[in-house]
Nanobody, 118 residues
Framework: QVHFVESGGGLVETGGSLTLSCTTSGNFVIGGTFAMVWFRQAPGTQRERVALITNAVLIRYPDSVKGRFTVSRDNDKNMMYLQMNNRKPEDTALYYC??????????WGQGTQVTVSS
């Protein structure tokens, strides 16, 4: 079973920046995934998609993070990144990465916790 691995979370002050990283376990490579997605989930809320990127140029963000978050992927390094600028307390959540599609329903990692202090 393919599992994604998130890292780079931590504590950052309001207005600060933080970059998350995503890679995979086993022999699976991110370059073989057409679309990669960053999600986040705060306590008591549903999982929210915050960034999507394909192997082409298609990138999508919800209004809640547009202009502050930047997603990128480096297939040669088997990595995906989420750069988060101008952090707000509302961004506090557990962040996950995954491939898009039902074939990745069992590929969730443990996530990385991001906490934004007031």
């Amino acid at each position: 079973q393919v599992h994604f691995v998130e890292s780079g979370g931590g504590l950052v002050e309001t207005g600060g920046s933080l970059t998350l990283s995503c890679t995979t376990s086993g022999n699976f490579v991110i370059g073989g995934t057409f679309a990669m997605v960053w999600f986040r989930q705060a306590p008591g809320t549903q999982r929210e998609r915050v960034a999507l990127i394909t192997n082409a140029v298609l990138i999508r963000y919800p209004d809640s993070v547009k202009g502050r978050f930047t997603v990128s992927r480096d297939n040669d390094k088997n990595m995906m990144y989420l750069q988060m600028n101008n952090r707000k307390p509302e961004d506090t959540a557990l962040y996950y990465c995954n491939g898009m599609g039902e074939e990745y329903d069992d590929s969730w990692g443990q996530g990385t916790q991001v906490t934004v202090s007031s």
